[in-house]
Structure formats: C-alpha cells, structure tokens
C-alpha cells in the first residue's frame, strides 16, 4: 500500500468531486481522476480542486488492466451511469458491473481500500425493508436495470468473498453542490430551487396510492457532505467493511423538502401537483428510509443535516451564486 495517493472514479462527477474536495482539504493532492468530460458542467466541477493526473474512464481502464497503474493507497469508485431511467441494459452490466469488478480485482491485488458507490436502488419497493445486513442482499429486486447493474456487482462481491475486504455504499437520495451535470437526474432540491426563481412555484407529482396523500410520499434525504463523510469514514477505518447504508435514518416528505426549499429562498410556498408520468408509475418508489444501525454500530459518530439545513447551507452556499 502506498501512503496518501488516491484514484477517485468519477471524480468530476456528483459525489467524487466533493471527495477530491475533502481530500485536498486533509492535504492530499496525489490524486488521478477518472471520468469522462462531457459537459461543461462537469469541467466546472474540476476547478479549484488540486489533483495529479486525469484520465478518461476508456484509457484508464485500459491502463489498470495491463499493468499501467501506479500503486495507491485507497480507491473511491463513484464512477457508474447512474440515470434510474436508462434503458440499455447491456451498456449498465458492462459500466456499472464489469468495470467495478475488474477495478476491484485490480485494487485489491495491490492492497489498496476500496470503497465504492453502491446504491439505494438495490432495494427496489422496499418491501424487504432497507436494512444493509449482507445476508439479504440476495431477496432484494431492483425496479429499474440500473438498480439491477448495482446489485449484480453487490451479489459477485457477497459471493466471492469480497466484502471482507471492500466497503460499499448504498446511498439514499443525495443532493449538494456539483450536481448541475446530471441533467435530469439532479436532486429535487437542485430542480426546486430553479422552479421556484422561474415561477415562484414547485411541482410535485401526485400520489396514486390511496395510502399516501399528495407530496406525502416520502425519502431518504442526504446531504452530499454528509456522503462524504462516510466514505472518508471507511478509509479512515480500513479493518471495517462491507455494505452500509448511507442515509440520515428519517424519511421525510416531498412536501417537507419544497418548505425547506421555500423557506431557504425567503418565499411563502407554493405547491402544484402534477401528473406523474406513466411509463414511471409502476416503477415509482413510495417510501424509502435507511436503516441507519449497522453503520451505527460500526462506530460512525457523526450526525446527519436536516432537510432543512441542508437545503438553506445547498442554497445560500451555491446555488443563489451561480
């Protein structure tokens, strides 16, 4: 293992720019990011942070493969297509299972940390519950081929021994700074703020369950420093691994994040409930609510921001600037 050299996998990206962030702030700039540059968006993402060397995800993976990749101590893989929406199955199962199994294999070979990004997706409905113990991961059924490409990689890691060795995480639905890049996929928080600086207003799909009322439906959600902090939690303590849930333990409404949003801006609330597409229907999440106690027990301390907080710090901090 060698000391304070790091890759971060899609490290212009959401979550692996604020880990180049966090990184560069403990005093680590022997850093080699991997992505692809193909917005403008994530080029922004790369300014100000200090790193060695950045290479596309097609020659990086080229280059670990055969030997080219120099020795580091720790490896965040943030890299994956992670559009709940995509559709083409056979481009997820080689992104998001065949490429992190083989920078698996490479990682672990050369006694580096590996640490990477699984997801909330995995557990589909939630009818099973949301609870991280690894002997479950085999009854849970994603609702989308992306969620799917996530458990793929999990079972092969469950299955061979891996997550002895690794540590995983499944995050809930992060929001923060460097996320304008992901289009569609952004927070609702992200999407709320511009709505409501365009038309004083927030729209919100209506519920089409009898037991939720509209905007009553309800997730998980996470403050991207937050995310952070438990990656760097798992680095800090190589000796504990496995998958662990990454969420604040309390759901909380939609209805809940637009007054935050609201009262972030300093505007009286305004909710519109809209139709929720049909080809989504079927596939939409109800209710998601980490179950917080493995990590709990692991020792990870610290707490997690409030919708509230974390929307006005989002706000104040980044997106009223832009």
């Not at 061979?160 to 952004?186: Q, T, W």
């Not at 919708?307 to 706000?315: C, L, T, V």
Request: net charge neutral.
């Amino acid at each position: 293992m060698t000391d304070n050299k790091y890759i971060v996998t899609g490290g212009a990206g959401f979550i692996g720019s604020n880990i180049v962030l966090e990184l560069n702030r403990r005093g680590a700039e022997d850093i080699i990011i991997v992505d692809n540059l193909n917005s403008e968006a994530k080029k922004k993402n790369l300014e100000g942070l200090k790193y060695k060397t950045f290479a596309s995800k097609e020659e990086f993976r080229k280059d670990f493969i055969q030997g080219k990749t120099p020795a580091v101590s720790a490896v965040f893989h943030m890299g994956a297509c992670s559009s709940t929406t995509e559709t083409d199955e056979e481009y997820l199962k080689d992104n998001n299972y065949r490429y992190t199994r083989q920078l698996c294999e490479w990682a672990t070979s050369q006694n580096a940390r590996f640490i990477y990004a699984s997801s909330a997706a995995t557990y589909g409905d939630g009818a099973n519950g949301y609870s991280d113990d690894q002997a479950l991961i085999p009854t849970l059924k994603p609702m989308n081929p992306y969620g799917e490409s996530k458990q793929m990689f999990d079972m092969w890691a469950l299955d061979n021994g891996m997550l002895s060795k690794i540590a995983g995480i499944k995050f809930f639905n992060v929001y923060g700074p460097h996320e304008e890049h992901k289009g569609d996929m952004r927070s609702v928080v992200n999407k709320a703020y511009k709505q409501i600086k365009d038309t004083g207003e927030i729209r919100l799909f209506k519920s089409y369950k009898p037991e939720y009322r509209d905007g009553e439906q309800t997730r998980d959600f996470v403050y991207v420093k937050d995310a952070v902090n438990v990656c760097m939690f798992f680095h800090d303590n190589p000796s504990i691994s496995g998958i662990y849930n990454c969420g604040t333990g309390r759901a909380r409404t939609w209805t809940d994040l637009a007054k935050s949003v609201f009262t972030a801006m300093n505007i009286k609330p305004r909710i519109i409930f809209i139709d929720m597409p049909t080809e989504i229907r079927d596939m939409y999440q109800y209710h998601t609510e980490a179950d917080m106690k493995k990590l709990r027990s692991a020792g990870y301390g610290e707490e997690f921001t409030s919708i509230e907080d974390g929307a006005a710090a989002y706000i104040k901090n980044c997106l009223a600037k832009q």
